[in-house]
């Protein structure tokens, strides 16, 4: 059974660090694009970067320019997983984040994406 699981959520104030997780099982992370979704209360769900296969564009990441130069993806193949280090974080990025992932090259159509976590809950406040 191919399944996600997010962890590593939590409250932090502004200014602050988290690293969520996010572990893979019943594939094999080499031919599949991973991604880390969000969505905020009231929003529709949003892309925040994603690693593409290790076939396509040389594992090229994406971050959304809301995110960039404060986030970082990476992948661990050796554990079936991939985290993301946040740091600098704000109060616009409270969100549940969700990890995903899309066969070959990713995106930032979360339609395209087959397999989705349950969702970890990061809020950022004072």
């Known amino acids: 059974q191919i399944r996600l699981v997010e962890s590593g959520g939590g409250s932090v104030r502004p200014g602050g660090s988290l690293r969520l997780f996010c572990a893979a099982s019943?594939?094999?992370?080499?031919?599949?694009?991973v991604a880390w979704f969000r969505q905020a209360p009231g929003k529709e769900r949003e892309v925040v970067s994603y690693?593409?296969?290790?076939?396509?564009?040389?594992?090229?990441?994406y971050y959304a320019d809301s995110v960039k130069g404060r986030f970082t993806i990476s992948r661990d193949n050796a554990l079936n997983a991939f985290p993301l280090q946040m740091s600098g974080l704000k109060a616009e990025d409270t969100a549940v984040y969700y990890c995903?992932?899309?066969?070959?090259?990713?995106?930032?159509?979360?339609?395209?994406?087959?397999?989705w976590g349950r969702g970890t809950q990061v809020i950022v406040s004072s």
């Open positions: 995903a992932e899309k066969y070959g090259g990713g995106g930032v159509v979360r339609a395209e994406y087959s397999y």
């Open positions: 019943g594939l094999t992370l080499d031919y599949w694009a």
């Open positions: 690693i593409n296969s290790a076939t396509t564009n040389n594992g090229g990441m």
